[in-house]
């Protein structure tokens, strides 16, 4: 069974920094695909960030430039740095695994974390 252990969210300032960490066990780490996702109060799961087994990232423009996703494989974690955090950037973070790529970004992620809250205040 696949388990995904995030960390690392809390209270931060504007213009701050965190970075949120998600240990994969019960799967091969280097042969899945990583993402965040979040979500805000009363607003839909939107997806992030992914990175794909080999290295190659992708973003949502309204982090673009401001947030890294990064994985370490000996370690079985998935990171993501977040710099210049806006107070809109407040949601609960989730990071999802899955061997397809599709599934992670599109179909929906066959493991999620447990979500930990990220809240930037003005």
């Known amino acids: 069974q696949v388990q995904l252990t995030e960390s690392g969210g809390g209270l931060v300032q504007a213009g701050g920094s965190l970075r949120l960490s998600c240990l994969v066990s019960?799967?091969?780490?280097?042969?899945?695909?990583m993402g965040w996702y979040r979500q805000a109060l009363g607003k839909q799961r939107e997806l992030l960030a992914a990175?794909?087994?080999?290295?190659?990232?992708n973003y949502e423009d309204s982090v673009k430039g401001r947030f890294t996703i990064s994985r370490d494989n000996a370690k079985s974690t998935a990171y993501l740095q977040m710099d210049s955090l806006r107070p809109e950037d407040t949601a609960v973070y989730y990071c999802?695994?899955?061997?397809?790529?599709?599934?992670?970004?599109?179909?929906?992620?066959?493991?999620w974390g447990q979500g930990t809250q990220v809240t930037v205040s003005s």
């Open positions: 999802a695994a899955d061997q397809s790529l599709l599934a992670l970004v599109s179909t929906g992620p066959g493991s």
């Open positions: 019960g799967a091969m780490f280097s042969r899945t695909h």
């Open positions: 990175i794909t087994t080999d290295g190659t990232t």
